[in-house]
């Protein structure tokens, strides 16, 4: 059993139970209206971060390290990640994506998203630029 | 057959921080993290009671529904279970960023699988990250009002967590030895580390540096959404939360559920059913029943909050006066035409608390139209929309 399969038969069972109770939970989804939908943002989550994410970043990363001297790049990767980080979770309040709901729902409107990130992301630069500077002093007078 | 070229090819990974020590690490904070997000998910679920009448909004028959009464106290409750699990869900996205990244390698390991059993655990990882992602996508967008799913987000976010909790479970079983091994031969060099790049290239941030930037990018988020959660003053230092403005947000307008002033003035009567003979009051009746006066929170399953101040008659004094004293369960309806939310059924326990009113007044002031003029529900730690507004009957049950 193990030479064949590759694993302990406890292996194989609690992979059974589980995608048992995974496809239970599929199937009911799927008899929801829009299930054509469900699969695509099912798929279109790991689909979106494995090929179009995750090579976007490491390549930017790859790119702007290029030819840089080593001690360089924190100072950019974590003001750009986390400012990158905001918009990637709160583009939609940002672009109004869900204006006319909010407006329906609770009689105000949205202002000021894409303004206060850019202020928080500047204020990232330029502690980042400040730290970088302190250090970088500190490290050419010892 | 020998692996196609690019990232199918071992050489291809550079990173010198990638290695089973790192995702043991990370695979810990976020399994306290989904965690707390999953059981405030489901408690959530539980808090709108979906055994009783119409609360079900998932199906009628889900198994997993409650085996308790959702409690009455501590008023803030349910804003504090459900700030949880949208904070937390907030918190998790760069720790599941980063914990993809330090495995992402295995994606592309060539052959696919080498054994059925890799094959199957494969399976089961392809719906771990699938479940996850459609979570956290569903989640985000359900918080900014931007309905873009073309399905119904409570149903399908509820069965996907069911995908995930199966999907993690056995992920567990499989793993958890494995990051045990990686904690206890850390300080050996491990003879086989199948997540190690071959050929590293120079260190350029240490491992610590990393789980610090995952941490910054964590704080980073919840700063940004946490006011809206907590209420008060801190509401507008949410930078980006979709919930920043107002001290007493609606949650719907009047006009959004078509309720129109016509319903709500002379001709308007509460009707109260379940004894022997009905009632039907006006609002001028209800001013004169005794009233009372509570400071309760109102948390919505969205993430944010809201406290107030709330006078009206405690629904336990209206019970007795429609001649059930010890109602098992109320059905309040909304002047609302439309919509699965028009209605709630609420237990008797929570009939029962003295802080629970029909409100007629917040903070010293008649209610707006918006915030359910002429008569809301409040009850303390009740899911926010199931604090009915415009109440147009109420049905007790014995």
Request: aromatic share 10%.
């Amino acid at each position: 059993m193990r030479a064949r399969y590759g694993a302990s038969p406890l292996h194989l069972l609690a992979h059974l139970a589980a995608l048992a109770g995974a496809a239970w939970a599929l199937l009911q989804a799927l008899q929801l209206g829009g299930a054509d939908r469900i699969v695509l943002w099912l798929v279109g989550a790991v689909v979106l971060h494995d090929l179009v994410l995750w090579p976007a970043y490491t390549t930017l990363d790859r790119l702007a390290r290029r030819g840089r001297p080593p001690g360089w790049a924190n100072y950019v990767r974590f003001p750009v990640g986390v400012s990158a980080l905001l918009l990637l979770v709160f583009f939609p309040v940002m672009c109004g994506k869900g204006d006319a709901a909010y407006t329906r729902v609770s009689a105000e409107s949205w202002e000021g998203y894409t303004a206060r990130w850019l202020l928080v992301s500047a204020a990232l630069f330029v502690a980042a630029g400040a730290l970088y500077l302190v250090r970088s002093r500190a490290g050419s007078s010892s | 057959m020998s692996a196609p070229p690019g990232p199918f090819r071992p050489k291809f990974w550079k990173s010198p921080l990638r290695g089973t020590l790192l995702t043991a690490v990370l695979g810990t904070v976020l399994l306290g993290l989904v965690t707390l997000v999953a059981l405030t998910g489901f408690l959530s679920h539980a808090a709108y009671q979906p055994d009783l009448g119409r609360n079900g909004l998932v199906e009628p028959d889900v198994p997993f529904t409650t085996f308790f009464d959702w409690p009455t106290g501590p008023s803030w409750l349910y804003a504090f279970t459900q700030g949880l699990h949208v904070n937390a869900g907030l918190v998790v996205i760069p720790v599941v960023l980063a914990k993809l990244w330090s495995v992402i390698p295995r994606l592309f390991q060539w052959p696919p699988a080498r054994t059925p059993a890799e094959g199957i655990e494969r399976a089961a990882i392809a719906l771990l990250v699938a479940s996850t992602g459609f979570l956290l996508a569903t989640g985000v967008a359900n918080i900014q009002y931007w309905y873009v799913f073309g399905f119904d987000f409570v149903k399908a976010h509820y069965y996907a967590a069911v995908v995930f909790v199966a999907a993690l479970a056995v992920h567990l079983v499989v793993k958890v030895p494995v990051a045990l091994r990686a904690y206890r031969t850390r300080r050996v060099l491990a003879p086989v580390d199948h997540l190690a790049a071959a050929a590293p290239d120079p260190q350029t941030i240490s491992r610590r540096g990393l789980l610090a930037a995952v941490g910054g990018g964590s704080l980073a988020l919840l700063v940004a959404n946490a006011g809206e959660s907590i209420g008060g003053p801190l509401r507008a230092t949410a930078f980006l939360a979709p919930r920043r403005s107002g001290g007493f947000p609606v949650n719907k307008t009047a006009a959004g559920a078509k309720v129109t002033t016509g319903m709500v003035g002379a001709g308007y009567r509460l009707v109260i059913a379940g004894g022997e003979r009905g009632l039907a009051l006006t609002r001028d009746e209800l001013l004169a029943l005794p009233q009372a006066t509570q400071t309760l929170t109102l948390g919505c399953v969205e993430g944010w909050s809201t406290r107030q101040t709330w006078t009206g008659i405690p629904l336990a004094e209206l019970a007795r006066r429609a001649g059930v004293p010890d109602p098992q369960e109320l059905l309040v309806e909304s002047l609302q035409p439309a919509g699965i939310l028009r209605q709630a059924t609420l237990t008797g326990g929570q009939v029962a608390d003295s802080r629970s009113l029909l409100a007629l007044q917040a903070n010293g002031a008649d209610l707006s139209m918006d915030h359910g003029y002429p008569a809301r529900i409040i009850v303390p730690a009740l899911p926010g929309v199931h604090n009915t507004k415009w109440v147009g009957s109420l049905t007790f049950r014995a």
